[in-house]
């Protein structure tokens, strides 16, 4: 596993994959190939023939680009354009130098995937240059060993005399051959994330994109195709997951040689950036994972680089607590009475953590008012956040609080007394959403007025986690005072801002646990991760619908990354009734926690309650650092199931559901998978003991209960 350069190619070698560069003197940067691991680089025979044979098009399109630049005959999206001082967006670029070396170099500014010392990663640096305008791209390919997945970025440096504007400034662009795949995307809206995709590539390719200046609830910034036949278990994937938590396009082209391109990067549709001279600009990271053991496969790469190579600091490693948020059972209508009753309740039951929702601040007794004033209510916390911090405390749990620092409400004393702190393009109106606006992030000065607010609060009293919400996304994206010619600039400083402001304050909180909110899910994504290690992954709470959602968000993303709550029945989204047990079972599946008064529940289900936390207390090691296996989708049929297996392997947990009973049911059996074939395994449960090969080829029979929305969880120890 390692980088080597040998005979004019750079062969980036994984455990399984390999990926293999080339510079070619007339056509710049070649990508050779990606895909399953070869024992060495010697590939150069893949341009032998390829443009042969006679053609309408010029003979460069058939080149498979590394960094694909618009003119000489290449006709899709570019990963590089730059409107010259000529008027012309035309880069040639030619080869300079490349040097490989351990580790990676820290991106300023940009979550991104980290090494550490002796993980054996390596990166490769391709600088190239164009002789016209001076303008350099320096490409950075780094192999994480680790977690067996590759990274991608690109500086552009303006190394001529005059300014230039960037266009397109993709993050990856890789060829593949042919374009018989599937293509795979995770999309969906509020209540409704990260459902799964599986179409078949047409000639005309694919774009997945966000505009909205956050990834956005209705597309991942991840994009993967498969060969057909792929299964959860089996085949060739090859995806692409972006760094970033704004605008973004996630693109599959395919050229009239049915050949597909994967690219991932900034959406050219919201973002340009002018290059002074001697300026760089930094492309988000790309995160690289090809897998020849199906989707199952593909997630458990993205899985691990999340978990140890984005996720930082004291949460890393560290089992999360179970927490009860007051959203769901109050709304904004509470006070410290309403709060103490819920919280003692939930200190009863061994609950860790008691989260204060929105409302604790200015005015706010509806979504109207007061963001930006983050000023606490006495008249519903007489004692301030300290004082119900410290009688949550006394109860044996530590205190959380929820905040919505890039907003501001036009009724708020922040906004009368900066109006132009928004968001907004000089002379038009500015649409609200939920009744509010977008704090400028893009301004220094509003970026330090966040982090001096939500720091002294965070300074003020115990406050051990923070909700980081963010309830709308961006319309009239632009900066008042920012010269004409830099307006489209804004999204982008946007991000750059809000990585400070966030770095800043988890900085200087670390051990605070930050778990970041979009309107449920709407900005879970790896530049979110790198600063908050949880997600809250949906504000549907309703199991059924959970099942979907969580499944498909396993696609890219670990459980330690998603937040699922209880919550109460009927559910409050899809007014559904489930049984608390159903509930907790599929809560398990992330970050466990609750999101109801639990002194509503029934004796029964109170006990049922304090039985499923006393399980996850027991089990939570495996469930957030485990091995995480799909077993079978609920996209495709009544059942649901995923398996954890942790780390040592010593510990299973099979987690099982249906969606609807019928009479005179077929049998349905769930087959285990990544076991030992030779051990035994004891079900903690029942006592009984299995072998691995009974569990993984006999399979365990879902109980016939006559009841809709059931679940079967088991745990096995090894013996
Ligand atoms: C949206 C979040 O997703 C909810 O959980 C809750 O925090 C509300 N915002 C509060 O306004």
Known sequence: MSITYSDGIIHIQGKSTSLCLMV?????????????????????????????????????????????LRGSGYYQTPALCAVNNMGNDLVKLSYVSHEIYRGKKHIPGLPQVYTEEGDGAQSAEILLTDALTGLTACVTYTLIPETDVITRSMKVINAGNSPVTLTHMMSASIPLYGSDYDVINLSGAWARERHINRTPLAHYGVRIESQRGASGHEQNPFIALSEKTATEHTGSVWAMALVYSGSFLAACDVNNFHTARLSIGLNPETCSWKLMPSEEFQTPEAVLVYSGGGFNGMSQKFHSTIRRRIVRGYWRDEVRPILINNWEATYFNFNEEKIEKIARKAANLGIELFVLDDGWFGRRNTDNCSLGDWVVNTDKLPGGIRGIAEKINGMGMKFGLWFEPEMVSPDSDLYRAHPDWCLHAEGRSRTEARQQLILNLSRREVQDYIISAVSAVLRDAPIDYVKWDMNRNMTEYFSYGREADRQMETQHRYMLGLYRVMDEITSAFPKVLFEGCSGGGGRFDMGMLYYMPQFWTSDDTDPVERLKIQYGTSFVYPASAMGAHVSASPNHQTFRNTSVKMRADVALGGNFGFELDLNTLTDEETASVKESIEFVKKVRKTLQTGTFIRLESPFEGNYAAWEFVSEDQSTVILAAYRRLTAPNPCMKKIFLKSLDENSQYINEQTGKTYSGAALMHAGILFPDTRRDYQSMIQSFRKA
Do not use: C, Q
């Open 24 to 68: 070619h003197p007339e056509f710049g940067l070649l990508n050779l190939y990606w895909g399953a691991r070869l024992p060495d680089g010697n590939v150069a025979y893949v341009l032998d023939g390829i443009t042969d044979g006679a053609s309408f098009d010029l003979k460069s399109s058939r080149m498979p680009y590394d960094l694909p």
